[in-house]
Each structure stands twice: as structure tokens, then as C-alpha cells.
């Protein structure tokens, strides 16, 4: 299948935020520059390769494998940003104009499936990112399957519903998984066929539905909405980076929650988009003053 954008198309930097850490098992690129993407699909699991023709990405080649390979060639578009619109965006800060004019080829994608997007989600609360990015690689190996196709070494779908419901407490510890963030999932797990109907939803109504699921709060359903629907206003309150990340680049100091609430204001109904082009721009939160520290579950 070959698709061309009708826009400029930074192809890297739109799948990014759909990769948990290089080690990612779920999404891989190989020394082709080939993209690929493991998934769960209504239809069942599906491999999706992608790959950027032209220096500016005029074209896209995918192929797809597995029984949901039809659903993942018709969702490229969307995943690559096709259904995003900045119509309406003002750039009220000189960094995020910046922003904007150096990277013009940066759209935010949608997945179209909650569940994928939420797992990972649900294990990066209130813990590093190492540990998180370890859990998550951990659990695909032991429980995701194989990706279908002809695919890299190691890529694999993430686990199912189904897989999550059937671990038991010694496996959860092995992973690293405390006891309130292995019950979100379960609990997640047991209603994840309503959840996709988040997408349809989208917006302050999807997140509202996600965040019916005992665990699931405003940072976590706005980190699902990113993802699985390109919500544009979807910021992650309570993220213990983006506050200093965007304060630093707007009003030259770190912010709470409340203050980045002010400070994204105007930007209402796209406040995600302005989070967006400021990491993506390579701002990152200083490095100095307190982390959070790593910890172990498996050794206790």
C-alpha cells in the first residue's frame, strides 16, 4: 500500500510518542528505516510495517500482516496525523512559534485503539521511567504473542486483555508491578471492550469514560487520549516533568499544575499540541534538584 500525505510529514517524530523507550518489544525500526508496529485490533492482533519515501516523506509504503492487517492499513492515515487539525492555532509564546516553524512536519497521530496506548500508560503511574519501560518489556515478552509477519527479532503485540486477567500475584511482583497499579489494569482488562469506545467519544467525553475505571485518573486518561484518539488538548496534569518542561520554555521558571494550567490557557482547545512541540523541540526538564528514585518491586 502506498499513501501520500497530504501535508509535510516528519514520519519519526509523529510515531514517537507511541514508543515506550528504544527497548520498546511493541515498535521497532530496523536499519532500513522500516517502522514497525505490533498491535491489538478488533479484528485480532496485526503487524504494521511503514516506511517514508523522499527526504520529506512524499510518500509512505505500508504493508501489513495478521489478522488485523486490514484495520491497521485503513487506520495509517489517522495514525500519521491525517485527521489532525490546527486550524485556529496561535502561537502566544516566541518558543512555541519557534517550535512550530522548525518542525512543520510534526502532526499528532491517533492509533484508534485505547487498550494498547492504556497498558504502558497505567504502568508509568508515579514511577521512573526505567521502571516502567522495564515492566512493560517484561510483560510483552512473558505474555504478548509473537508478531505475525515477517518481522524484526523480539517484536511482539502487546498482551490482551484476556493475557492481563490470567496472571497471577507472583508474576505481577516478578515484573515490578505494585498492587495498585496490577488492579487499574485488571480492572481495565475486564471492561476493555468498552474503553475503545473512547475513540468515538474523543475529547473531555472520551477521557471521562476512561477515567471511570478504578486507577484511571487525569493524567493517565490524558496520556491514553493522546495516543489512541490525537486529543489536542489533552495534557497530563499531574506529570512530574511536563510542569518544569513547559515552564522553563515559556515563562523561564518551573511551574505546579496550577500554574501550567494558566500558562496553557489560551491555548484551549489545543494545550496538548503546544506539550507536543516543546519536547519535540528537544526542551526537557532541567537537570538538577530532586528525581524520583528507582525502585525495585521484584527485591521486596
Not at 496520556?223 to 495534557?235: K, L, S, Y
Request: charged share 25%.
Amino acid at each position: 500500500m502506498f499513501w501520500r500525505p497530504p501535508y509535510p510529514l516528519d514520519l519519526a517524530a509523529v510515531l514517537a510518542p507511541h514508543q515506550r523507550g528504544r527497548g520498546d518489544p511493541c515498535l521497532k525500526q530496523d536499519d532500513r528505516g522500516v517502522a514497525w508496529l505490533a498491535g491489538n485490533t478488533a479484528d485480532g492482533p496485526g503487524t504494521l510495517a511503514v516506511r517514508g519515501v523522499g527526504g520529506t516523506v512524499a510518500e509512505v509504503e505500508a504493508q501489513a500482516w495478521g489478522p488485523g492487517a486490514q484495520r491497521m492499513l485503513d487506520g495509517l492515515p489517522a495514525l500519521l496525523g491525517a485527521e489532525d487539525d490546527d486550524g485556529g492555532f496561535i502561537s502566544h509564546h516566541d518558543a512555541v512559534a519557534a517550535a512550530r516553524r522548525g518542525m512543520p512536519g510534526l502532526r499528532i497521530g491517533a492509533s484508534g485503539r485505547v487498550w494498547d496506548a492504556l497498558m504502558p500508560a497505567v504502568l508509568e503511574q508515579k514511577v521512573t521511567g526505567i521502571e516502567a519501560r522495564r515492566s512493560w518489556r517484561e510483560l510483552c515478552r512473558w505474555y504478548g504473542e509473537p508478531a505475525p509477519g515477517p518481522v524484526p527479532a523480539g517484536l511482539r503485540v502487546p498482551p490482551s486483555p484476556r493475557a492481563i486477567m490470567s496472571i497471577v500475584d507472583w508474576k505481577w511482583h516478578r515484573a515490578g508491578v505494585d498492587l495498585s497499579r496490577r488492579k487499574a489494569l485488571v480492572f481495565a482488562a475486564q471492561v476493555a471492550h468498552r474503553l475503545e469506545r473512547a475513540v468515538e467519544l474523543g475529547g473531555a467525553e472520551g477521557r471521562a469514560l476512561l477515567r471511570k475505571v478504578p486507577g484511571i485518573g487525569v493524567w493517565t486518561a490524558a496520556e491514553v487520549a493522546q495516543r489512541a484518539w490525537g486529543d489536542p488538548d489533552a495534557v497530563s496534569f499531574g506529570d512530574f516533568h511536563i510542569p518544569a518542561i513547559v515552564g522553563h520554555a515559556l515563562v523561564g521558571e518551573p511551574l505546579d499544575d496550577a500554574g501550567l494550567q494558566e500558562v496553557l490557557a489560551p491555548y484551549a482547545p489545543q494545550r496538548q499540541r503546544v506539550v507536543r512541540y516543546l519536547e519535540a523541540a528537544g526542551y526537557s526538564r532541567p537537570r538538577f534538584g530532586p528525581r524520583y528514585a528507582v525502585r525495585d518491586y521484584r527485591a521486596m
